[in-house]
C-alpha cells in the first residue's frame, strides 16, 4: 500500500468583479439559467457546450479549478444533486469579470439553498437497462426569515448493457442561517454509495482473428467482483456585507471518497475456439481525501462611472490518498461467454 500526502496554501490578490450564484428547486431550468453556451447546469438538466470534466479539451476538475459557491473546493468525489443545485463552467470571456481565472476554466458549484416555504418534491422514474429511479427533496423553514434546511434522498437500482443489478443511493442536507441582516451562514452534507460496475471479463484474442460470437446481455463472469464505493463532502460557508463597502467570504470543506473493492478481469490469449488464459486483479480499500478552503475579502469602490473591485484571498488544502496493494491471480483457462463460477479468493 501507499500513502500520499500534500499541502498547499495561496494568497492571490486580483482587481475584478464578481457576484455569487444561486439555484432554487422551483426553478430548475438550466435554459433559463444559462448566461451564455459555454455549460451551465441545474438539477438534473444540463446545456451548453462544456460541464466540469471537459471544457476545450481539459477538465477544470481535474486540475482543480472547481468552487462552491465562488469558493475555493479541492474536490475529491463529486457533489450529489441531494446538496448541490446545479454548477456554471467560466471558461473564456465567460471568465473575464470572475475572480482568479483559469486557462482550463472554472467549475463554479451553487448550493441548493433552502428557502422560506415549505416544499417537497417527489420525482420517479423509469428508463433502459430496467433503470428505476425514485427521488425525495423537501426544503422546511425552522424559524421564519432566519434558519431553513433543505434535506433529500435518491435511491436507484438499474442493470447494465451485461444485465448485471446495481445498486445506490444518496442523501443531502444543506442549512441556512440569516445570523444578521447582512449575514450568512451555510452548512452542508452529502454522501453517496452503492454496489455497481460488477467486472465482464474482457476478451484478448491470441492473433488477428475474432473471437467466437457470445450472446448479448448476458453476464459470464463473477459476482464477488462488484466495486463498493462511498463518496462524502460537506462544508459550512460564511458570507457578509455588514463592514462598509466590504464583501468577506469564507468556507471550509472536507471531500472524500472509498472504494473497498476494485477488480478486473481479463481472458488473455484467447484461441478461434473461444478457449483463454483467466486472470482477475483485486485491490484493496483505497481512500482520497482532502480539506479545503478560502477566505477573502473583497472591497468595492466607485469613482465617477468606473467601479473597482479589489480582492484579498487565501486558499488552503490538505490532501490525503491512500492506495496500491493489488493482487493477481490465474484462474487457468477459461471459454468465453460461458458462466464459470469461481471462489473468491482470500
Given at each position: 500500500?501507499?500513502?500520499s500526502?500534500?499541502?498547499?496554501?495561496?494568497l492571490?490578490?486580483?482587481?475584478?468583479?464578481?457576484?455569487?450564484?444561486?439555484?432554487?428547486?422551483?426553478?430548475?431550468?438550466?435554459?433559463?439559467?444559462?448566461?451564455?453556451?459555454f455549460g451551465t447546469?441545474?438539477?438534473?438538466?444540463?446545456?451548453g457546450?462544456?460541464n466540469?470534466y471537459?471544457?476545450?479539451?481539459f477538465?477544470?476538475?481535474?486540475?482543480?479549478?472547481v468552487?462552491i459557491?465562488?469558493?475555493?473546493?479541492?474536490?475529491?468525489?463529486?457533489?450529489?444533486?441531494?446538496?448541490?443545485?446545479?454548477?456554471?463552467?467560466?471558461v473564456?470571456?465567460?471568465?473575464?469579470?470572475?475572480?482568479?481565472?483559469a486557462?482550463?476554466?472554472?467549475?463554479?458549484?451553487?448550493?441548493?439553498?433552502?428557502?422560506?416555504?415549505?416544499?417537497?418534491?417527489?420525482?420517479?422514474g423509469?428508463?433502459?437497462?430496467?433503470?428505476?429511479?425514485?427521488?425525495?427533496?423537501?426544503q422546511?423553514?425552522?424559524?421564519?426569515?432566519k434558519?431553513?434546511?433543505?434535506?433529500?434522498?435518491?435511491?436507484?437500482?438499474?442493470?447494465?448493457?451485461?444485465?448485471?443489478?446495481n445498486?445506490?443511493?444518496?442523501a443531502?442536507?444543506?442549512?441556512?442561517?440569516?445570523?444578521?441582516?447582512n449575514?450568512?451562514?451555510?452548512?452542508?452534507?452529502?454522501?453517496e454509495?452503492?454496489?455497481?460496475?460488477?467486472?465482464?471479463?474482457?476478451i484478448?484474442?491470441?492473433?488477428?482473428?475474432?473471437?467466437p460470437r457470445?450472446k448479448?446481455?448476458y453476464f459470464?463472469?463473477?459476482?464477488?467482483?462488484?466495486?463498493?464505493?462511498?463518496?462524502?463532502?460537506?462544508?459550512?460557508?460564511?458570507?457578509?456585507?455588514?463592514?462598509?463597502?466590504?464583501?468577506?467570504?469564507?468556507?471550509?470543506?472536507?471531500?472524500i471518497?472509498?472504494?473497498?473493492?476494485?477488480?478486473?478481469d481479463?481472458?488473455?490469449?484467447?484461441?478461434?475456439?473461444g478457449?483463454?488464459?483467466?486472470t482477475?486483479?483485486a485491490?484493496?480499500?483505497?481512500s482520497?481525501?482532502?480539506?479545503?478552503?478560502?477566505?477573502?475579502?473583497?472591497?468595492?469602490l466607485?469613482t465617477g462611472?468606473?467601479?473597482?473591485?479589489?480582492?484579498?484571498?487565501?486558499r488552503?488544502?490538505?490532501?490525503?490518498?491512500?492506495?496500491?496493494?493489488?493482487d493477481?491471480?490465474?484462474f487457468g483457462q477459461?471459454?468465453i461467454?460461458i458462466?464459470?463460477?469461481?471462489?473468491?479468493?482470500?
Open positions: 500500500m501507499h500513502t500526502r500534500s499541502y498547499a496554501c495561496a492571490a490578490l486580483l482587481f475584478t468583479c464578481a457576484s455569487p450564484a444561486y439555484a432554487q428547486r422551483a426553478g430548475e431550468d438550466a435554459a433559463a439559467a444559462a448566461d451564455d453556451a447546469s441545474v438539477g438534473n438538466e444540463s446545456i457546450l462544456y466540469p471537459d471544457a476545450r479539451g477538465s477544470p476538475a481535474r486540475a482543480g479549478n468552487r459557491e465562488g469558493l475555493y473546493f479541492d474536490q475529491q468525489v463529486e457533489l450529489n444533486n441531494r446538496v448541490s443545485g446545479g454548477n456554471t463552467v467560466r473564456g470571456i465567460s471568465a473575464q469579470a470572475y475572480p482568479f481565472p486557462p482550463t476554466g472554472i467549475a463554479d458549484f451553487s448550493l441548493r439553498l433552502p428557502g422560506d416555504k415549505p416544499l417537497t418534491s417527489v420525482f420517479l423509469y428508463g433502459v437497462y430496467n433503470t428505476v429511479d425514485a427521488e425525495v427533496d423537501s422546511i423553514p425552522l424559524v421564519k426569515d434558519l431553513s434546511l433543505g434535506v433529500g434522498a435518491r435511491l436507484t437500482r438499474y442493470d447494465n448493457d451485461v444485465d448485471a443489478d445498486t445506490g443511493f444518496d443531502g442536507v444543506v442549512a441556512r442561517w440569516q445570523a444578521f441582516e449575514t450568512e451562514v451555510i452548512g452542508f452534507w452529502g454522501r454509495g452503492g454496489d455497481c460496475c460488477i467486472q465482464q471479463p474482457v484478448f484474442t491470441g492473433g488477428a482473428f475474432l473471437p457470445i448479448l446481455r459470464w463472469g463473477q459476482d464477488w467482483t462488484k466495486e463498493i464505493y462511498t463518496n462524502e463532502n460537506e462544508g459550512i460557508l460564511f458570507r457578509t456585507t455588514a463592514v462598509d463597502d466590504w464583501i468577506i467570504r469564507a468556507g471550509v470543506f472536507r471531500s471518497g472509498w472504494n473497498d473493492h476494485n477488480f478486473g481479463l481472458v488473455s490469449n484467447v484461441q478461434p475456439n478457449i483463454g488464459d483467466h482477475i486483479f485491490q484493496p480499500r483505497q482520497f481525501g482532502s480539506y479545503s478552503g478560502e477566505a477573502r475579502a473583497t472591497r468595492v466607485t462611472q468606473v467601479r473597482h473591485t479589489f480582492n484579498v484571498n487565501v488552503a488544502r490538505d490532501v490525503q490518498r491512500y492506495f496500491g496493494g493489488a493477481v491471480r490465474t477459461a471459454a461467454g458462466k464459470t463460477p469461481l471462489v473468491e479468493p482470500v
